[in-house]
């Protein structure tokens, strides 16, 4: 089994930053992709931006820019380094990793979400 634990988010007001984390443990063979989603009030959880073991990113349009996402493999644990916050960057966010087990079986681990409110 797989869970997933955030930390990091809070208050700030618009123009400031916060760095998220998220560190996984339990029993699994591998880590491949892992990423953030964020939810806010009324919407639908989008993606936010992903990191394969690699190094290699994809981001969404909105936050381009301003978002940095990178991961320690040896920790099993992903950041995501939020800039110059937007009001509109309000949502709970979400982190996922996608797991291979110890059984070579795959599945996608959700953790319980950090909240991040941007004043402005």
């Known amino acids: 089994q797989v869970q997933l634990v955030e930390s990091g988010g809070g208050l700030v007001q618009a123009g400031e930053s916060l760095r998220l984390s998220c560190a996984a443990s339990?029993?699994?063979?591998?880590?491949?992709?892992m990423g953030w989603y964020h939810q806010a009030p009324g919407k639908q959880r989008q993606l936010v931006a992903t990191i394969n073991r690699g190094g290699s990113t994809n981001y969404a349009d909105s936050v381009k820019g301003r978002f940095t996402i990178s991961r320690d493999n040896a920790k099993n644990t992903v950041y995501l380094q939020m800039n110059s916050l937007k009001p509109e960057d309000t949502a709970v966010y979400y982190c996922y990793a996608e797991t291979v087990l110890t059984s070579r079986a795959w599945t996608n681990a959700w953790g319980q979400g950090t909240p991040v409110t941007v004043s402005s």
């Open positions: 339990g029993s699994f063979f591998s880590i491949n992709v």
